[in-house]
Each structure stands twice: as structure tokens, then as C-alpha cells.
T-cell receptor
Framework: GAVVSQHPSWVICKSGTSVKIECRSLDFQATTMFWYRQFPKQSLMLMATSNEGSKATYEQGVEKDKFLINHASLTLSTLTVTSAHPEDSSFYIC???????????FGPGTRLLVL | AQSVTQLGSHVSVSEGALVLLRCNYSSSVPPYLFWYVQYPNQGLQLLLKYTSAATLVKGINGFEAEFKKSETSFHLTKPSAHMSDAAEYFCAVSDGGGYQKVTFGIGTKLQVIP
């Protein structure tokens, strides 16, 4: 099946710093990728839709200046959490849309802890 | 608008017993339906999907789900539970194609009792 990777899997940072998370589709090209956030014992909440070569579309309530998304190629999207604060601590999961399978495939997630 | 309702946030079954996880959906157009599984501290793995072909969909690890339009349901079943099935299961709906937004249910945590 299609494989999506995320890096890093774990990151701990100090409050006020920025953190970049990478999402890669390893064996297919994805013009569309998605970024989700998952709080403990809750479902996934869509943060934004990332489109290759264009600006991301953010869901209501998600600060686009805080969560910067770049989809520079058909296999890579990045999420940068700028000026991270403890409330940004969460599990961030990306997915990539495989147009041939008409299915989103998910990465393993990145756990962010902001101290 | 689309939505998913998963009945039962926690389900416990004995090892070897039938697994039944319930999912009802709401969609204004013929839906695409998915079941994903999430193990602790991991991402989501696709179990199976319905995309308007056969109503009975077989997935990985012995799971299957049946699309019932009249009941707007897409329940997940497995004849015999295994300890390794213990995980969180998410039902999801998309309006005609996964590139559109996928809406997830709240998840059902499956516990398998030895």
C-alpha cells in the first residue's frame, strides 16, 4: 500500500521557538496533502489542506500565520509551528491523497511537546 | 454537509468473539466511507473503504464492512477477535473522493479480553 512518512516522530522544544514537520509520500505523488491535529482521546481535527504549488486552505479557527504550510513538491509538504507555546503541544498527523486509489494515506504522526 | 456517528466510544469483546463496531453516516451525495485503525502513538492505517462498488467490503486483518444505504450504516465486523486487534477505530466519510475533506467519527476504542 501507499506509504507516507513524517519527520520527526517526536520533538521537544522550548516555548517561543519554531518547529518544522515534514510529510512525504514515498511511493506516489500527491497534489493534495492534509494536516490534522489530534488531542488526547479525541478524533482528528483537520487543520488545513495543502495543495502543491499554491497556498494552503486553512480550517476555521486555525491561525495561518502560526501554522505555516508549504507544499513545494508532489511528494513533500511541511508544517511549521511558529513561536510554539505549550498549548500547541499535540499529535500532528499528515495525510496524502492518492488520486489513483481515491484514498488518503496517513503518516505515523509527530508528537510535539512545547516546554 | 457530511457527518459520522460512531456508537460506543469503548467496546470490549472476549478473544475469539465477534467484533462489531457501529458507524452511521450522513451525506448529501453518495458517500465514500472508510475505516481506519490507530494503534497507540501511531498514525492511522486504512482498514477498508467503500467507493460505490460492492456493498460488502473486505479489508485487512480479517475485517469487513457492509454499506447499507437504507440504514445509512457502515458497520465494521470481524468474526473472531484477536488480542492484536485492540486499538482505536475511526469511521470516516468523504463526499465523492478522498481528495475532498474527510470527516472522522470520534473513534471507538476496542478492548480485547483474554
Amino acid at each position: 500500500g501507499a506509504v507516507v512518512s513524517q519527520h520527526p516522530s517526536w520533538v521537544i522544544c522550548k516555548s517561543g521557538t519554531s518547529v518544522k514537520i515534514e510529510c512525504r509520500s514515498l511511493d506516489f505523488q500527491a497534489t493534495t496533502m492534509f494536516w490534522y491535529r489530534q488531542f488526547p482521546k479525541q478524533s482528528l481535527m483537520l487543520m488545513a489542506t495543502s495543495n502543491e504549488g499554491s497556498k494552503a486552505t486553512y480550517e476555521q479557527g486555525v491561525e495561518k500565520d502560526k501554522f505555516l504550510i508549504n507544499h513545494a513538491s508532489l511528494t513533500l509538504s511541511t508544517l511549521t509551528v511558529t513561536s510554539a507555546h505549550p498549548e500547541d503541544s499535540s499529535f500532528y498527523i499528515c495525510s496524502a491523497f492518492d488520486s489513483f486509489q481515491e484514498t488518503q494515506y496517513f503518516g505515523p504522526g509527530t508528537r510535539l511537546l512545547v516546554l | 454537509a457530511q457527518s459520522v456517528t460512531q456508537l460506543g466510544s469503548h467496546v470490549s469483546v472476549s478473544e475469539g468473539a465477534l467484533v462489531l463496531l457501529r458507524c452511521n453516516y450522513s451525506s448529501s451525495v453518495p458517500p465514500y466511507l472508510f475505516w481506519y485503525v490507530q494503534y497507540p502513538n501511531q498514525g492511522l492505517q486504512l482498514l477498508l473503504k467503500y467507493t460505490s462498488a460492492a456493498t460488502l467490503v473486505k479489508g485487512i486483518n480479517g475485517f469487513e464492512a457492509e454499506f447499507k444505504k437504507s440504514e445509512t450504516s457502515f458497520h465494521l465486523t470481524k468474526p473472531s477477535a484477536h488480542m492484536s486487534d485492540a486499538a482505536e477505530y475511526f469511521c470516516a466519510v468523504s463526499d465523492g473522493g478522498g481528495y475532498q475533506k474527510v470527516t472522522f467519527g470520534i473513534g471507538t476504542k476496542l478492548q480485547v479480553i483474554p
